[in-house]
Structures are given as C-alpha cells and as structure tokens.
C-alpha cells in the first residue's frame, strides 16, 4: 500500500517490522523480514531519506521508527504539495495556450485554417482521423450530445481497425450521464483509452502531434475551430494534454474520498477553482456541473468545517491544509 508514496517494497517490509518490533536490532530485523543485513541497512537508507526512521536516542547506533501519523501524514503532505505545483503549472499552460490560439485564431497560414460552421469542422476531423496512422488524443469537456457521439462511432471504429491508439479525455461528471458512459465503455472494450478528471482541457483533437483541431470560441465549440499543424503550438497543446493526462483517472477506476479530509476530488478542484475568485456558476462550468450542484457540494464542506460562512469555511480550508 505504501508504494505509492514511492516506498520500496522492501522498505516498506523493514519499516513495519520496525513499528512491531521496536528493540530489534539490525540482525534481529533481518531475520525477521528474512533479508540480509545489508539489505536492511539500504532500507534504512531509503526510510531515512523520507524521513520515517531517525536516529534512537536510547540506543546509541541505532535507527527508531517515526509513528505513522507523523511520518507518513508528513510524506502525504509533499506529495500533496507537488500535485498542487503539477495543477498550477497546467492552470498556467492552460492559459499560455489559450492566448496562443487566440492569437492565431485571426490568422490563416500555411500552418492553420479557419474553419466555420459543424459541417467544415466534422469534414475535417474525417479527413484528420483517415490520415492517422499512430494516434488520437482528445479533450472532451461538458458532456457530449449523443448525435455527436454515435458520428464518432465509425471513424473511431477504422482508426482502432488500423491499430491507431484512442486516447480520450472526460469530465468526472461524464460517468453520470449515460449515453457518454455507454461510448466510453464501447471505446474502452474496443482497444482505446478513457481517463477523467474533474477538469480537463478546453476541446483539443491532436493526430500522430502532428496536427490539431481547437475551437475558436471555448464557450460555443460549434462556431468554429482552427486547424493547426504549426510545430510551435501544437508543442503547447501536446504538453497541456499530456499534464492533464497524467493526472486523470482511468474509466473503472475508483477516486476514493481524500482519507485525511474527507473531500472527492471534485470538491477539491472546487475548492480550489473557488479559491481564486470564480463565480459559482463559472466554477460549475469548469468542472460540469450546474450552480445548484455547486451550492450543494460548498454546504456539505461548510458542514464538515463548522463554517458558518463561504469566507469562514475558505480560512478554516487553508488552516487545515484542505487548499
């Protein structure tokens, strides 16, 4: 269980028996994990560098286990903190992109085309998914309506026949609806890959990063999209993808409540989303979910902090460590 906090296996073995057995020494501690000395002297090494053992000062020579809720509570905190630097650093890529794309969303070069209207767009993702020869990777915030799901079918269905890898990215709030459900698990039986996350990037098709699709407009995707194949942005939008990737949750997956705070992950990102001064109803549509849905999430956590308040309720979340 402890190897994801990025303990060995052995590490881990050593670091019990150090819990259970607090005056063996080292050959005690060997024979009882049934490894060598040296092979418990390394596992002290790595359980000192993150800070679980020190040394006993009862026992002049040798290592004392640090209690979990100290050691391993510390431990979860970093991790904690570096998943908090990786968010902002893709709040940041997201916005960099945005900027990007909107600056080129005037343009029409050799490397972007303009494209208005569904029926320009749909053309050209058919074109996008016949040239594809290694992968697809997509972005798809909100929840699809099942007339664009079921045009999807047959190009996902040749491409998969190909050998081309299916990439897709949801919103958490996808799994409660069940048209998307259905086409994600269909994708997923036939070969390609479904993650989701609370928030994922705007609408993004990239094939074999070489080309991409982007909407002009974020807030109405049918309007029009921008055809890239510039290296420059295509690099940026690859990036995004991949650090949103990286961070979702494989469908069928679980995402279990935090076990220190209680919270899912999506009341986490709206505390967050929150945090920085959006509107209930922009918070929502981040995260794809309506206000009232907002409103019932912030009463529940104002419930478990005892706020009487959104601001008392944000203070009592940093004191905590919730933010």
Known sequence: MLEALGLTARACQVYQAMLDRPDDDIDALAAHCRLSPGQVHDSLDELGALFLVRASAEHPGRMRAIDPSIGLAGMVARQEADLAARQAALAAS??????????????????????????????????????????????????????????SRPADTEA?????????????????????????????????????????????VIVDRTQALVPIDPENTRKGALHVTEPGILNALLNLYEQSWNTAVPLGATTPDDPATGLTPTERELLRLLGTGLTDDTAGQRLGISA??????????????????????????AQQGWL
Do not use: N
């Open 94 to 151: 997201r916005a960099a992109v945005t900027r990007m794309v909107a600056d080129r969303a005037e343009q029409r070069t050799a490397h972007g085309e303009r494209l208005l209207g569904m029926d320009a767009i749909h053309h050209c993702l058919e074109q996008m998914g016949r040239t594809a020869t290694r992968e697809v990777l997509s972005s798809q915030p909100g929840v699809q309506r099942p007339e664009d799901l079921a045009a």
């Open 160 to 204: 998969l026949t190909r050998g081309v890898a299916i990439h897709t990215l949801y919103q958490d709030t996808s799994r409660h609806h069940p048209h998307v459900a259905h086409y994600a698990h269909w994708l997923l039986g036939q070969g390609g890959e479904v993650r989701t996350a609370p928030t994922i990037p705007q609408r993004i």
């Open 292 to 317: 009232r849905t907002v409103g019932r999430h912030m009463s529940s956590i104002m419930e478990r902090l005892s706020a009487t308040s959104r601001f008392e309720a944000g203070i009592k979340a």
